[in-house]
């Protein structure tokens, strides 16, 4: 596993099925599923049955390398264009470009923008323009229009909407009479309780075994509805996290005065923009 920032990948989980030719669709099928902040190390750290078997059943990747900076939106933008972070443009969660004095924030309406996302084109809209279909719950950056196109079936993100929510409206869009072929699921899990907790926490066990019941419940609901003989799933994360201490805080305003610049984001890097 290759360490950038302080944060690392997940180790990919792929599944490839079915295991023989003859199941085969002549639309090959994908389901790409991101836990967000899954630090590599969980499966290793805590009982994970159910993450076990996958890897019995499939394919475990052991290193795969993530983008800087080591945070959401970059590194789920990379993984459905193939770009580093600053050939596809979103280069952080929070961002200011000076030329077109505009904001991006993952918490806000500006990123909506399409002006931030259209130096790449995600692989959504490239399955579109090659006319297949596309869906996606909650994975960041398809409900935003880009180039002109939004997914075929999106939700808006809310992150009230279950898991549970969005593996049913996944399957819907696989098994309507225009089923999709490219799938893409997003859980903010265990990130939130990561950030809360530190990855290093006692208290992470119980926050692994529930994204572990999440993934026995992916698994259950594909089989229910026939997918997973034909389906190709994907199982990753964006990065992981490293603990972090208060007896080893380093104050800026101690090196730099803050008149100097104006500060744009924060975790893990603190990015500045120094005055004129």
């Known amino acids: 596993m290759i360490l950038t920032g302080c944060c690392r990948f997940l180790a990919i989980f792929a599944l490839i099925?079915?295991?023989?030719?003859?199941?085969?669709?002549?639309?090959q099928r994908v389901l790409?599923?991101?836990?967000?902040?899954?630090?590599?190390?969980?499966?290793?750290?805590?009982?994970?049955?159910?993450?076990?078997?996958?890897?019995k059943d499939g394919v475990h990747v052991e290193q795969v390398t993530n983008v800087f900076i080591t945070k959401t939106y970059p590194n789920h933008y990379t993984m459905v264009t193939g770009l580093y972070a600053e050939d596809h443009g979103i280069v952080a969660n929070e961002m200011y470009d000076p030329v077109l004095n505009e904001t991006f924030s993952m918490n806000h309406m500006t990123m909506y923008n399409p002006?931030?996302?259209?130096?790449?084109?995600?692989?959504?809209?490239?399955?579109?323009?090659?006319g297949h279909r596309s869906g996606a719950a909650m994975w960041p950056g398809t409900d935003v229009k880009i180039h002109g196109a939004f997914p075929t079936h999106y939700l808006l993100y809310n992150e009230s909407v279950s898991f549970q929510e969005r593996v049913a409206k996944l399957i819907e869009w696989f098994t309507s009479e225009?089923?999709?072929?490219?799938?893409?699921l997003y859980w903010e899990q265990p990130d939130e309780m990561g950030h809360?907790?530190?990855?290093?926490?006692?208290?992470?066990?119980?926050?692994?075994?529930?994204?572990?019941n999440l993934l026995s419940h992916l698994v259950r609901e594909l089989k229910r509805a026939e997918l997973w003989d034909t389906l190709n799933v994907i199982i990753?994360?964006?990065?992981?996290?490293?603990?972090?201490?208060?007896?080893?805080?380093?104050?800026?305003d101690q090196y730099v005065d803050?008149?100097?610049?104006?500060?744009?984001?924060?975790?893990?890097?603190?990015?500045?923009?120094?005055?004129?």
């Open 115 to 130: 002006k931030f996302w259209e130096h790449a084109y995600p692989v959504w809209i490239t399955n579109q323009i090659q």
């Open 32 to 55: 790409l599923v991101s836990f967000d902040g899954f630090r590599w190390d969980y499966i290793y750290k805590f009982r994970t049955p159910n993450f076990d078997e996958v890897m």
């Open 236 to 252: 990753t994360s964006d990065h992981g996290m490293a603990q972090s201490s208060r007896d080893r805080i380093i104050e800026l």
């Open 258 to 276: 803050r008149d100097l610049y104006m500060m744009i984001d924060h975790s893990p890097d603190v990015a500045i923009l120094p005055a004129e």
């Open 178 to 184: 225009e089923p999709v072929n490219l799938g893409l």
């Open 196 to 212: 809360i907790l530190g990855p290093d926490d006692p208290g992470m066990e119980l926050v692994i075994m529930e994204i572990d």
């Open 17 to 27: 099925f079915p295991r023989t030719q003859s199941f085969l669709p002549k639309q």
